[in-house]
């Protein structure tokens, strides 16, 4: 086969558990490497995660464990995650992996080698949660531009590499190939703003921490993280080690699919190095946009508004999940993630058009055809205008998958399906079924529905992981379900026998709302004094919870907000404590939460947790743990 098609996402950052706008990110190019296979290309798609850095080394600190220890058990859960969620990758590469660090060692040995990169000294603004250099003006309010978080001076010997030596290379090859920064709107911001007023040569090396691959030559130094995880993008395939096959034959990517705020990193030090390197650069770097919460604010690990997203894959289905990311936010634009939007999107298009559509023309067959398609007789104008739906709708559907619009295929794929629920209300199979004379008329309605169904489950294959097979399982097909296939009206076989199933997607009932406005109130002690059993007292998870952060919630004279570790994780915890402690006193102390408590939001600030205090009136006091104690061990 010699249509290849070479796709990646970005290498997360084990530094806490992931959550659903990184799936966001895997879920689309898993639906682009799916509709790349279904049309024929040797699809290689790559995940994996980036495992150096000084922010991994601060985190597996502050839990205790060595950092290999602490990502570990992170890539763990990260694995299982595109597991649960269905993503079909064909490799997954860790940056502490062998094949990874000794080709960085050479690929930054021989860019030394050949003068492009040099010693010096770095003095200037580092964000470590971000990983980036910043200059002055850069800043946004002396904070980091990216995260709006503070920044610290570092200043050290470190090795620089020569971005401002290919400036103008680079600023031609953006020019000369327009889809190489998609969408439009990045490219120019990174022309405009990073390259046109001019590149610094980028500081490659830290020796201030000691988390990352060693400079050969030079062991006191690690490279740069960033140098170190773009790099992957060629290690996992091979380069310059004994089996570079794979190299030869996918790369240069075809996609690297990224969030918008490290399209800089994928569009200006990476095809640098890439020059240098004297390799050819990815046909094309597109930057998709946030999913954010409430007013904006980027959902996050370090935000405390982290929900696992397995737990959305269970109240609402993995389908349910999938459809959602792909189809609710314009693909390039931030969009806002809403349980409600999620459950409403269920609803909407997956139970009553999908799931209503199958379940009706299932039972159907089976009521008047004893559960085998019949076959069709001549088409009247309601067949001809479903059919030649399903016509544009394909060719829409490739047209928007070629140009990365995701969500724009699905809703083609909707136009059929809301297409073939208007043909039921037009042809009223129930009417026809009352005049034996209408048999025919019947039957060809049936067979265009089923024949309808089986397409949009073909059509379905690049998004949803699951229910493509339930379909064909209750149209009773095992064939003609590949994507060259829903292109021919007609293939499904007179005879072929359905079987009523579940419904696809159950509708979700909707609860209202709880607003919590401040502290909740306390819930009356149980009247009796009936004892409890061990295991109620076990449906209370306790754990001990180191303090990272404190501060006063604005507004509120009760309320503190608290960032607290419990080793593999962190959160944020809203405690009514403020009268009787300063934020400081609390900083690297110690205490006891409840960890299963259903998040709330006091003040507005979602709550994951409550810290366990004694006392009442003017003396309440927290309880701490002693030291030796580690965070996140269970209190029994
Ligand atoms: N490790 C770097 C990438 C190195 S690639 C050579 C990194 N990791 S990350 O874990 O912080 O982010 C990985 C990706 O997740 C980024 O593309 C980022 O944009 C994406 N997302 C993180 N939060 C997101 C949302 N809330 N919404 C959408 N994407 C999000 O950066």
Redesign the pocket.
């Known amino acids: 086969m010699d249509k290849k098609y070479y796709i990646?996402?970005?290498?997360?950052?084990?530094?806490g558990s992931?959550?659903?706008?990184?799936c966001?990110?895997t879920v689309a190019a898993d639906s682009i490497a799916r509709y790349k296979r279904l049309r024929g290309y040797d699809v290689k798609f790559l995940t994996g995660?980036?495992e150096h850095g000084q922010k991994i080394e601060e985190k597996a600190k502050a839990a205790g464990v060595t950092p290999i220890e602490y990502v570990d058990n992170i890539v763990t859960g990260i694995k299982q995650l595109w597991k649960d969620l269905k993503i079909t990758n064909d490799d997954f590469i860790r940056t502490t992996e062998e094949r990874h660090e000794k080709i960085v060692q050479k690929i930054f040995t021989k860019l030394y080698e050949q003068g492009d990169i040099y010693k010096g000294e770095y003095e200037g603004k580092y964000c470590t949660p971000?990983?980036s250099f910043w200059t002055e003006t850069q800043l946004v309010d002396g904070k980091c531009p990216d995260c709006g978080r503070e920044v610290k001076l570092v200043k050290e010997e470190s090795y620089f590499f020569k971005l401002s030596k290919y400036q103008d290379r680079l600023l031609k090859y953006i020019e000369e190939h327009p889809d190489f920064i998609q969408p439009e709107s990045r490219k120019n911001e990174m022309i405009n703003n990073f390259i046109k007023p001019g590149l610094e040569d980028l500081c490659v090396s830290r020796t201030s921490f000691s988390w990352g691959i060693p400079v050969t030559f030079d062991p006191k130094h690690v490279i740069y993280?960033?140098l170190d995880?773009?790099?992957?993008?060629i290690t996992a395939l091979g380069y310059l080690s004994d089996n570079d096959e794979e190299f030869k034959k996918y790369w240069p990517a075809d996609l690297?699919?990224?969030?918008?705020?490290?399209v800089r990193?994928?569009t200006i030090i990476?095809p640098i190095m890439l020059m240098a390197l004297d390799l050819p650069i990815p046909k094309q770097v597109f930057g998709?946009?946030?999913?954010?919460i409430g007013n904006g604010q980027?959902?996050?690990?370090s935000f405390g508004n982290y929900v696992p997203p397995q737990e959305y894959i269970e109240k609402y289905s993995l389908d349910a999940v999938r459809y959602y990311l792909l189809r609710e936010v314009p693909f390039g634009s931030?969009g806002n993630?809403t349980e409600e939007s999620l459950v409403n999107r269920t609803n909407s298009d997956l139970a009553n058009d999908l799931g209503n559509l199958l379940s009706r023309t299932v039972a159907m067959i089976e009521k008047y055809f004893d559960g085998v398609v019949p076959e069709a007789s001549q088409d009247d104008e309601f067949a001809k205008s479903l059919k030649e739906t399903i016509n544009n709708s394909i060719a829409d559907i490739e047209n928007y998958m070629d140009k990365l619009e995701i969500g724009k295929s699905l809703e083609s794929v909707w136009n059929i399906i809301s297409r073939a629920n208007k043909y039921i209300d037009e042809t009223m199979p129930w009417a026809l079924a009352k005049d034996e004379s209408k048999k025919q008329e019947l039957a060809t309605v049936m067979y265009n529905l089923a024949e309808t169904l089986r397409i949009v489950s073909v059509l379905l294959r690049p998004y949803l992981a699951e229910t493509p097979s339930k379909i064909w399982e209750q149209l009773g097909i095992t064939d003609n379900t590949d994507w060259e296939d829903a292109k021919t009206f007609g293939l499904l076989k007179v005879g072929t026998k359905v079987k009523k199933g579940e419904n696809l997607f159950p509708r979700i009932e909707v609860k209202p709302k709880e607003e919590v406005k401040d502290l909740p109130k306390k819930e009356e002690a149980p009247k009796s004094n009936d004892y409890i059993t061990i295991d109620d007292f076990e449906k209370v998870k306790l754990k001990v919870a180191k303090v990272l952060e404190a501060e006063k919630v604005e507004g509120s004279d009760k309320l503190l907000k608290l960032k607290v570790s419990l080793g593999n994780e962190e959160r944020q915890i809203v405690a009514g404590i403020q009268k009787y402690y300063e934020p400081s006193e609390l900083i690297g102390k110690k205490l006891v939460i409840v960890a299963n408590l259903k998040p709330i939001k006091l003040k507005g600030i979602e709550s994951c947790g409550m810290v366990i205090a004694a006392g009442d009136g003017d003396i309440v006091k927290v309880l701490f743990v002693d030291d030796l104690v580690k965070e996140g061990e269970d209190v029994h």
């Open positions: 990646t996402t970005p290498i997360y950052y084990p530094s992931l959550h659903i706008g990184h966001y990110c995660t980036d971000c990983e993280v960033w995880a773009l790099t992957n993008y690297h699919l990224v969030g918008k705020e490290i990193f994928h990476w998709h946009g946030w999913l954010v980027k959902i996050g690990k931030d993630f």
